[in-house]
């Protein structure tokens, strides 16, 4: 099934504004209102060997005393491996920094801000998630993009993925249509997973904005 699909119907869920485009069927973001800030659920590529793999992104803004730079990877055995042979900073939560590869510019804060049990708990519920904290390039300089993102493929399953790929070529229109709609345990399954997502931007949006710097 495509992503333009699911995420409209999650959408008619969820609420927001839906924006699906004409070129592709894997270019629709969803606009979701936020408290102060929006978050934005987008699909897109990433190269990939001689190819490409396709990414859910899950983007808000906020607003910090001081330029600050945040990545926590998705978990895997290979970042356990280099975290214990480089002996790197466990920022205080060292199940945590076992499993994930932790990187930052304010060890300090960080480790603040991982002391958040929601913001754990999270990241535990999704551990192919990844997350990331910057500054906004050439905005002013207390605004910053969090973003977390996440393979398509571990996000719709490997037969909805095999049906989008046979239908990528063809034209569905801005909305889908009765015969391409998803099946309702195919939507539920879906709305799980892009909730998962969903709430790791927020535990890590209040984490981040919780501490002062």
């Known amino acids: ?43 897109e590529y990433y190269p990939l060997g001689r190819g490409c793999g396709e990414l859910v992104r899950v983007c808000t803004r906020l607003s910090l005393e001081r330029p600050y730079e945040l990545t926590i990877s998705s978990q895997s055995l290979m970042n356990r491996g280099l975290n214990l042979v480089a002996g790197r900073e466990n920022y205080g939560v060292p199940q945590l920094s076992r499993k994930r590869r932790i990187r930052s510019n304010e060890p300090s804060f960080t480790t603040q801000v991982l002391r958040d049990g929601t913001l754990r708990r999270r990241l535990e519920l999704s551990p192919r998630c990844a997350l990331s904290v910057r500054p906004i390039s050439g905005g002013a300089g207390s605004l910053h993009l969090l973003e977390v993102h996440q393979d398509m493929v571990d996000l719709l399953g490997d037969p909805l993925v095999d049906a989008a790929l046979a239908q990528r070529s063809s034209f569905s229109g801005l909305m889908p249509d009765a015969e391409t709609s998803p099946s309702q345990d195919d939507q539920n399954a879906f709305r799980a997973r892009l909730d998962q997502i969903v709430s790791l931007a927020q535990a890590a949006r209040q984490a981040v904005m919780f501490w002062r710097m």
């Open 1 to 43: 099934m495509e992503w333009n699909n699911q995420l409209h119907f999650y959408c008619l869920s969820r609420g927001g504004t839906y924006l699906g485009t004409r070129e592709g069927n894997w270019h629709s973001e969803l606009l979701l209102e936020d408290g102060k800030e929006p978050m934005v659920i987008r699909g």
